[in-house]
């Protein structure tokens, strides 16, 4: 933990390196029971949602090369850090997402075609959280889902779901948002308002060291796990590309908070392999040699090696890829037979209730495309 | 800026990259980092610091990323900006500039094709105009930086890709003019930004179908220059407004209301508005059926018209 770490710099909670190796050291004692209790199934599910969401995450970025899409958002590179934390949590936790946390979502069960429409601009929602174990919808201004995460949070404390000791019962939040986030008004607010009201909630830091063009040295000269610090919430840094240290901190965080400990933090170092979103051209801003770097850390090339070293064979990495084929193969049919909504969805649901302009206007709309029919 | 060395810019991906639509491309390189500044990215911040920066003696020129994502800042600029020369009772000017990348026919996602300029003409102490061609918006934001009064600078993104003709012969364009772009007898329709050229194209079919429509680009939201407007107004009779904003309280309905009110003997129908609709800017595949065109100008013309 950082709680510790305002003098000398700490590294970050590590459990595997870059190779594949689990560490053990002073530093990964408390975790490692955690990890000796996952089961062979889990350890192949983390990897096979890693998988999935890379190959899903390359044919959205080529289904947008080829004009299905207005827009791709690529997660590539930060796979640990959202399955690993996503595994943490359990059904009843509520997840404030970003817009890049495709495997939470996956792990989740929401279709990645959801994802999809979104970005083909079918929609501006996509899901219903509620049947998507609480996933709540993607948010694009940059840091407002920490506030409704915060009020979410605040509203299991009013209600008094959490601290029953009852952990099928118990409730959390986790709220996903990135470096350049940090900067924001809402996102600070949002930790104050979590520390003020000691809310049973996660504030989830992917670090992938770049806000499109703007390095994170621009957001903060010191490491970001110290803004969770400064505004009282026990805060920990770690390598965001190790999944497991991604799901046992944040299993021990969300437990903690579920308990009534109040909020966590938790910096996940990463880093986004690809462009910010397809519009977006990394080589004006970014050396190759750092990419590069990073690549060498991948998340799942070491988890692969974790798992060979504890001897899982061929069979199941191929029996994974030829289910991530299926899958793209899947996205790209389901996505290129995606139609235009109907014209009325734009006047449905603005409000919940009847409003006469918009009746108006839906009638007047109507009346008007008819009108192309005889007389134009 | 190489005129005024207190001119800064900030933004959000404005320096290494030159803008996210690479508007300030080339500006960091040949002005250095102190003037073409990559904010943090909070725009509360970057508002907030140009008006400090402003009463430093400065004039910055602010991005805003998109259109949608100016919210954050809306404190900053309505109750800050806006009033301070007025707190001041005249003794600290706000010389800033917010550029903002705005409105539609881009096919982008939620938030990037909004129209909220209404919000800001609605706002005592903000000028607010929006350029529609390659030379208005030349000379316009040079005029915007000169002002000593904050200026709202809608950029109409769809714009950012055609090319057109500069002219770089003085005086070129003031701050706050309307004009006419082409002259007809009929029906008067008028807008902004890019729906300038959804009216130019209306113009074309109206006169293959022998109808003759008169164009005028509003140029100035806040401000707006009624002279023009009213001269052609009082010429064909009728007015027809565009705008790809929400119709409801917006630039268009008090332009509609003045222009009633001064040209009232001169009307020979009401006027009206094509607007975007009262409901959220829609998901890209139907941002056709929301921003006006062409035919939902005509229509508006033929009822015009048919007074
Ligand atoms: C309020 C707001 N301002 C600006 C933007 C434009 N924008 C989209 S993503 C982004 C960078 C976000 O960086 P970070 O928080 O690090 O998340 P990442 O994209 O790296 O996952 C910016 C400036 C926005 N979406 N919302
Ligand atoms: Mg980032």
Redo the contacts with the bound molecule.
């Keep these: 933990m950082s709680s510790d770490a305002m003098g000398p710099e700490v590294p970050p909670i590590q459990l595997l390196d870059a190779s594949g190796v689990l560490q053990e050291n002073d530093r990964t004692t408390e975790f490692l029971p955690v990890i000796e209790a996952l089961s062979d199934e889990m350890l192949q599910r983390f990897h096979r949602d890693m998988v999935l969401t890379r190959r899903f995450d390359d044919e959205a970025g080529n289904l947008q090369r080829q004009g299905q899409l207005a827009l791709w958002?690529p997660s590539h590179g930060?796979e640990g850090a959202q399955v690993g934390s996503a595994h943490a949590s359990r059904p009843q936790d509520h997840i404030f997402p970003?817009?890049?946390e495709h495997a939470v979502g996956l792990v989740r069960g929401i279709d990645p075609v959801d994802v999809i429409r979104l970005l083909r601009g079918t929609t501006h929602g996509g899901w219903d959280p509620v049947e998507k174990q609480n996933f709540h919808l993607y948010t694009?201004?940059?840091?407002?889902q920490t506030l409704h995460a915060t009020g979410y949070a605040m509203g299991i404390t009013i209600d008094g779901e959490y601290a029953t000791g009852d952990p099928e019962r118990d409730q959390a939040v986790v709220t996903y948002?990135?470096?350049?986030?940090?900067?924001?008004g809402d996102v600070n607010e949002a930790m104050v308002f979590a520390a003020s009201f000691q809310t049973p909630e996660l504030f989830f830091l992917?670090?992938?060291?770049?806000?499109?063009s703007?390095p994170?040295s621009t957001?903060s000269r010191t490491p970001l796990v110290r803004r969770g610090e400064g505004f009282g919430i026990p805060s920990t840094q770690i390598d965001g590309n190790d999944v497991l240290a991604s799901y046992a901190v944040t299993l021990r965080d969300l437990d903690a908070a579920r308990a009534g400990d109040g909020p966590r933090f938790i910096e996940a170092l990463t880093y986004?392999i690809g462009a910010?979103?397809t519009s977006d051209d990394p080589t004006k801003y970014r050396t190759h040699a750092e990419t590069q770097s990073w690549i060498a850390r991948d998340p799942i090339t070491r988890f692969e090696a974790f798992l060979r070293s504890r001897g899982e064979g061929d069979a199941f990495f191929l029996e994974v890829e030829a289910e991530a084929l299926d899958l793209a193969e899947d996205v790209r049919k389901r996505t290129l037979a995606l139609e235009r909504p109907p014209v009325e969805l734009m006047f449905d649901h603005v409000y919940s209730e009847a409003h006469p302009r918009i009746d108006e206007q839906k009638e007047w709309l109507k009346n008007y495309e008819a009108s192309f029919g005889d007389s134009l | 800026m190489q005129d005024d060395p207190r001119v800064l810019m900030m933004g959000?991906?404005i320096g290494t990259l030159g803008g996210?639509f690479r508007v300030t491309e080339g500006l960091k390189s040949e002005f250095g980092a102190k003037r073409v500044i990559d904010t943090p990215?909070?725009?509360s911040g970057i508002v907030g610091t140009a008006i400090g920066l402003a009463m430093h003696g400065f004039r910055p020129v602010c991005e805003?990323?998109?259109d949608?994502?100016i919210?954050?800042g809306f404190d900053q600029i309505t109750s800050q900006l806006a009033k301070l020369t007025n707190r001041h009772e005249g003794t600290q000017s706000m010389p800033v500039v917010i550029r903002v990348p705005y409105g539609g026919h881009i096919g982008a996602v939620e938030?990037h094709q909004e129209s909220p300029e209404a919000y800001f003409a609605h706002t005592a102490g903000l000028r607010s105009v929006s350029p529609s061609t390659p030379h208005d918006a030349y000379w316009m934001i040079q005029e915007a930086i000169r002002s000593n009064d904050p200026v709202m600078f809608f950029e109409p993104k769809s714009r950012y890709w055609p090319k057109g003709q500069v002219d770089f012969t003085a005086p070129g364009v003031p701050l706050h003019a309307s004009r006419v772009v082409r002259l007809g007898t009929e029906v008067t329709v008028l807008g902004h930004g890019a729906m300038v050229s959804v009216l130019l194209q209306a113009a074309e079919i109206a006169a293959e179908e022998g109808i003759s429509l008169e164009v005028v680009d509003l140029r100035s939201l806040s401000p707006v220059d009624y002279g023009p407007i009213l001269e052609s107004v009082r010429k064909t009779g009728r007015l027809v407004i565009a705008q790809e904003a929400p119709g409801n309280v917006s630039v268009g309905s008090e332009i509609a209301a003045t222009v009633s009110q001064k040209a009232f003997y001169s009307l020979e129908a009401p006027v009206l508005r094509v607007s975007g609709f009262d409901a959220p800017f829609p998901p890209a595949k139907l941002e056709s059926v929301y921003l006006p065109d062409a035919d939902r100008v005509l229509e508006a013309v033929d009822r015009a018209l048919a007074y």
């Design positions: 958002v930060q970003s817009y890049r694009l201004v940059i840091g407002s948002f990135g470096d350049g986030a940090t900067s924001q992917q670090n992938n060291q770049w806000a499109i703007v994170v957001q986004r910010h979103t | 959000e991906d996210v990215l909070a725009e805003i990323q998109f949608g994502f919210f954050p938030h």
